[in-house]
């Protein structure tokens, strides 16, 4: 097993699927980073990487302490045209090479704290959602992964790809790296944004020559298995054997297993009235976590990660269910399974509670006498077509006055 780099190459990200071993994934970084104030929501854009190096060295090492054997670079929506989108100053003032150049660095100087895997992120682009065309848009993504091979990442991974056609573009500037390439669309069973349904969408990132296919954020994990399970069945009905991955967010989303409603659903938790500041009381627990994770292992998908709302207690869950993995994560020394710590607990009422039965049929209250436990999805934008223009971005600041016009679209709805 030669030696490159300092890590041995025959534990690549393939070698470790093709093996049948489980690899977990990172989690939530940008609601992490939000929530810990070194990201802004709204534009969400990981210049942290270049401003505060030391937050994202720190999440990086929580998720490698708590089991995940990936550290994606924090260069999601760090393609130039989302640095730079409806006012973001980060393209102009750092630059989009700075802010991946450093995330790469910081990745694989925690990676190789463990024995974790590098994958070079990009995402959708605005340049995309405004029509600009396929030159345009591979440029951007030419000039991140241009960056992640210079750094020589381990694979390349997609995300939050609305449209199944930027994400055949992003591919097409994968592949040619060499690299294998993960691709996880933001889709669920209705499609995606273009209506091409689900099963289209998974052949043709199969055929564009994805190594793992899958999907990732806007839903909980019962909305992304079941996209998981259309997508598997679409590639072996189309003989396509491919690695499956799924990272869902930490976040309960049964509105949306009823994909009925077709346009509104493909918002997914942005559609909903507490996204994203107000979506606290539908966070996962570890043990739905858990859960989740065994689910996921059971349907045959082995790349089992996390998205945004997923902490590292979250991926932690997710490790110490993969028993299959022989081993439990450092940050398992601080935590017993099924609440067994609590047997050190001074309060007896609170030792009664060290047992799985407690956790494992607890379906836990909110606290809030006055919350319904479903939200009516909004219905104004339902066309999210690129001929539709719903998606289209503009370099400039939203105004004040776009603002309340939205605010009037959506007035008939009640919060
Ligand atoms: N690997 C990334 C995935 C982020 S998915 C972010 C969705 C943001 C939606 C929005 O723009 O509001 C991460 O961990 O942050
Ligand atoms: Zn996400």
Request: aromatic content about 8%; proline content about 4%.
């Amino acid at each position: 097993n030669t030696q490159a780099f300092g890590r041995s190459l025959d534990r690549g990200i393939l070698e470790r699927l093709d093996a049948g071993e489980v690899v977990v994934g990172d989690g939530g970084f940008l609601f992490c980073m939000e929530k810990r104030g070194y990201v802004k929501a709204g534009q969400w854009t990981p210049e942290v990487t270049v401003e505060h190096p030391e937050a994202v060295r720190q999440l990086h090492r929580e998720f490698l302490r708590a089991g995940a054997d990936v550290m994606q670079t924090f260069t999601f929506y760090a393609s130039d045209s989302k640095l730079g989108n409806r006012g973001n100053t980060a393209s102009d003032k750092i630059g989009c090479t700075e802010i991946n150049q450093a995330a790469c660095e910081l990745a694989r100087e925690v990676a190789n704290e463990g024995d974790a895997l590098v994958a070079g992120n990009i995402s959708q682009t605005p340049s995309y959602m405004s029509g600009l065309g396929k030159e345009v848009v591979q440029k951007e993504f030419q000039q991140q992964i241009d960056i992640f091979v210079k750094n020589d990442v381990d694979f390349l991974i997609g995300e939050l790809f609305f449209y199944v056609e930027e994400a055949e573009w992003a591919i097409e500037v994968m592949k040619a790296t060499g690299k294998p390439v993960a691709m996880c669309m933001c889709v669920c069973t209705a499609g995606d944004m273009e209506e091409v349904p689900i099963d289209e969408c998974a052949v043709r990132i199969a055929q564009a020559g994805a190594d793992i296919i899958g999907v990732n954020c806007f839903w909980g994990p019962d909305v992304c298995l079941k996209a998981m399970a259309a997508i598997k069945e679409a590639l072996e009905k189309a003989g396509l054997k491919r690695h499956l991955i799924v990272q869902p967010i930490g976040y309960k989303t049964p509105e949306f297993l009823d994909d009925s409603s077709n346009g509104e659903i493909k918002k997914g938790m942005s559609g909903l009235a507490e996204f994203p500041f107000a979506l606290e009381p539908r966070v996962l627990t570890r043990f739905e976590t858990q859960k989740y994770a065994r689910d996921a292992y059971n349907m045959g998908i082995r790349y089992i990660g996390a998205c945004c709302g997923m902490e590292p207690y979250h991926v932690r869950a997710i490790a110490e269910e993969a028993k299959e993995r022989g081993k439990l994560p450092p940050a398992s020394e601080k935590h017993g399974l099924w609440g067994y710590a609590l047997r050190q607990h001074t309060y007896p009422w609170v030792r009664a509670r060290a047992r799985r039965s407690h956790w494992e049929n607890l379906e836990p209250t909110s606290g809030r006498p006055f919350s319904t436990a479903l939200r009516k999805i909004e219905t104004q934008w339902a066309d999210l077509s690129l001929s539709s223009k719903t998606m289209q971005q503009q370099k400039v600041q939203t105004t004040e006055e776009e603002v309340e016009q939205l605010a009037a679209k959506r007035s008939a709805v009640p919060i």
